[in-house]
């Protein structure tokens, strides 16, 4: 299968991973490939897995506002409300102002059916148990992980992504790299939620409304 995709790059100047230029507004046809994952942890047989690049980018909410919801103020960086755990998990977020993403969120969209059924529900925080994730700012210093510098954070973007407005670096040292968020949120402010920088730092921060930040999806599987 492929999947089309009309050229919408952040600069002028991207180049896909073979080096060739990408073209604003050309049509490409990327062939559907299997996402290829980085153990984080395995424990008898339980597999904690995050996506080795990015592979999409959207945005965290569509607005900065607050919102009421059963009669309790959500910010906008709320994880539990947001726009992307929706997406991810393919969940109907009408109910708090996001799209119904039933069947066509990634969960539904990136695995077959015998896939998903090895994708195990994991406590997330507080009391969600998701089946896709974001991974946490604790996880960045988490050195069980893989995580011990910032080189070890940073990830490239896939060919892509590259052409759908994800922010790419285009310098040298860094050159394909992307900023991906992560699901915890800025306490200090409500509209902004960390993120992992082009360059590995886990303390930067986004707007929850920037839709060239990038997405690595994070799952656990049990494999008998």
């Known amino acids: 299968e492929y999947k089309k995709i009309v050229?919408?790059?952040?600069?002028?100047?991207?180049k896909f991973s073979n080096g060739k230029e990408i073209i604003k507004g050309n049509?490409?046809?990327?062939?559907?490939?299997?996402?290829?994952?980085?153990?984080?942890?395995?424990?008898n047989g339980t597999y904690e897995l995050v996506s080795e690049m990015i592979i999409d980018n959207k945005e965290f909410f569509f607005s900065t506002s607050e919102r009421i919801i059963n009669g309790k103020t959500i910010y906008a960086n709320n994880y539990e409300y947001s726009n992307i755990r929706a997406w991810l998990n393919g969940?109907?977020?009408?109910?708090?102002?996001?799209?119904?993403?039933?069947?066509i969120g990634f969960f539904d969209i990136a695995f077959m059916r015998e896939e998903q059924e090895i994708i195990n529900k994991t406590l997330v925080e507080n009391n969600l148990h998701?089946?896709?994730?974001?991974?946490?700012?604790?996880?960045?210093s988490d050195t069980n992980y893989g995580f011990i510098n910032d080189s070890t954070r940073k990830a490239l973007i896939s060919d892509m992504a590259r052409c759908s407005n994800c922010y790419m670096s285009t310098y040298a040292?860094?050159?394909?790299?992307g900023n991906w968020w992560l699901r915890s949120?800025?306490?200090?402010?409500?509209?902004?939620?960390?993120?992992?920088?082009?360059?590995g730092d886990a303390?930067?921060?986004?707007?929850?409304?920037?839709?060239?930040?990038?997405?690595?999806?994070a799952i656990t599987i049990t494999i008998e």
Request: proline share 4%; net charge negative; glycine share 4%.
């Open 7 to 14: 050229a919408n790059p952040y600069w002028g100047d991207y």
């Open 27 to 43: 049509t490409y046809y990327f062939e559907v490939e299997p996402i290829i994952w980085r153990v984080l942890e395995e424990k």
């Open 91 to 103: 969940y109907d977020g009408s109910a708090y102002d996001v799209k119904n993403y039933t069947n």
């Open 130 to 140: 998701d089946r896709i994730y974001l991974l946490s700012k604790s996880d960045m």
């Open 173 to 177: 040292l860094n050159y394909g790299t």
């Open 185 to 199: 949120c800025d306490l200090n402010l409500s509209f902004v939620t960390y993120i992992v920088s082009v360059d």
């Open 203 to 217: 303390t930067s921060s986004n707007s929850v409304i920037d839709n060239t930040t990038g997405i690595r999806p």
